[in-house]
């Protein structure tokens, strides 16, 4: 199907549901022009872009350096930076199409109803699916529209997804990958509710140490625990300055138990990805975060990490779904709200101007977090064996084929992309997923 009637079937379908057809019938249609930017999004590959790019650290990936005539070309630029893969230009402008949509149903006044059919929606198609790229930005954009009830929302429901021991392991771990993307990107999603959410995760990880020390669980590979100890270490990478400059947040985050973690006997600054290990401790210690005595013990496991093979032993597969967006025709709905490494106030930078040094003075504005409950359920006899071989066996593409079923032509599947865009990823891990680049 080309371009031009890609776009009205979307635009129709989306009109269907904007006059309110009725609850079944507008959900049934959202969902189909979500599976459609899924199997775009997915057929547009990373494999080129991996190859010599390993050795950089992630937050070496930026990907703001891209030629200034290049950011301006709309449309063109997506062809430009694509090499004319054919998704990349349809997903670019579905993804228009989509961001209207939604920015409609702002104004109109029920997006908050919308949000609630998508949230299902990216829970059954997009949630599981491996290095999905671009399609999961329709829920960013829809935060940023409410971040005060949508933003809030989506952040908790993610958390609680990932808390839940009855969930599959598979969407636990897409969870916290997601959680830790969403709060170090969303710059509208405030300092006290990064706060609470990681207090969460870590209350999680210390209860697993816990549990380990005590011999109850006998997993071998421990995947869910290493992803939450990278998401939280993340997070801080990008949140550390601004949580510190609130007094009361900070004497908060002193309270959790990081050094009990960080320096158990799982070892997760072996596992987790150097690059974002090294800059987390580098802030951490600037910002006095741990005791002395334990930063001599975190740059041996740094130094031993690095002298085996890139990312350590049993490297943790790497995701972060909110990584910055390339595609340029609707980069002008995620920009305004998206936080570029090079935007973030380390707490070793030296910038801090007249409007930091009031906020020392402030307390942060106490959040309610009573939408998760205090309790952290710990599932001791989650199969770590079985998470491995489910993820070997997961598939990069939705379920259903919806695109397939559309184009005629045939020619714009297996595209991939230059190799001069560089993603935050790194080379497969031994457990990353089957067919994954």
């Not at 080309?2 to 057809?21: A, P, Y």
């Not at 999961?136 to 971040?147: E, G, R, T």
């Not at 009855?166 to 509710?193: H, K, N, W």
């Not at 106030?345 to 009573?370: F, I, Q, R």
């Amino acid at each position: 199907m080309s371009l031009q009637k890609m776009v009205s079937f979307v635009e129709c379908m989306l009109g269907l549901d904007t006059d309110r057809m009725g609850d079944l019938i507008g959900a049934t249609l959202l969902a189909k022009v979500v599976d459609l930017l899924t199997e775009l999004d997915v057929n547009i590959t990373w494999e080129d872009i991996i190859q010599g790019e390993h050795n950089k650290g992630i937050f070496e990936m930026e990907l703001e350096d891209l030629n200034e005539d290049e950011d301006g070309l709309g449309q063109a630029g997506t062809k430009v930076l694509f090499g004319g893969n054919a998704c990349a230009e349809k997903l670019d402008s579905l993804m228009v199409v989509v961001c209207e949509h939604l920015k409609s149903c702002a104004e109109r006044g029920y997006l908050d109803k919308e949000f609630d059919i998508l949230k299902a929606i990216f829970r059954a198609s997009v949630l599981r699916v491996h290095r999905s790229k671009f399609c999961q930005f329709i829920m960013f954009y829809a935060c940023s529209l409410d971040p005060k009830i949508c933003g809030l929302e989506f952040a908790f429901f993610l958390t609680e997804i990932f808390l839940n021991k009855e969930e599959d392991p598979i969407s636990r771990m897409s969870a916290v990958s997601y959680v830790g993307s969403y709060l170090s990107r969303a710059r509208f999603i405030s300092a006290d509710t990064v706060l609470a959410i990681l207090k969460k995760i870590v209350d999680w990880c210390d209860e697993y140490c816990v549990l380990q020390n005590r011999g109850t669980t006998a997993n071998p590979n421990h995947q869910i625990f290493y992803g939450a100890c990278q998401a939280v270490m993340y997070v801080l990478c990008f949140r550390l300055r601004s949580i510190m400059d609130y007094p009361n947040l900070k004497a908060q985050l002193f309270q959790l138990s990081f050094g009990f973690i960080l320096n158990h006997r799982l070892e997760p600054l072996k596992v987790c990805l150097p690059s974002i290990v090294n800059e987390f401790l580098r802030q951490a210690k600037d910002a006095g975060l741990f005791a002395a005595s334990m930063y001599s013990a975190a740059e041996d496991a740094i130094e031993s990490d690095l002298s085996r093979a890139f990312g350590g032993i049993n490297r943790l597969d790497t995701f972060f779904p909110f990584d910055p967006y390339l595609l340029k025709e609707s980069d002008r709905y995620i920009r305004p709200n998206f936080e570029f490494w090079s935007m973030v106030k380390t707490t070793y930078s030296n910038d801090k101007d007249d409007d930091d040094d009031e906020l020392l003075d402030l307390d942060a504005p106490e959040m309610n977090v009573g939408s998760l409950d205090d309790h952290v359920e710990i599932d001791i006899n989650s199969d770590d064996d079985e998470l491995e071989y489910s993820m070997n066996k997961m598939s990069i593409t939705p379920h259903h084929s919806f695109y397939h079923g559309m184009a005629a032509d045939g020619g714009d599947a297996g595209l991939s992309m230059p190799a001069r865009i560089r993603p935050s990823a790194s080379p497969p891990s031994r457990w990353a997923m089957s067919g994954s680049p």
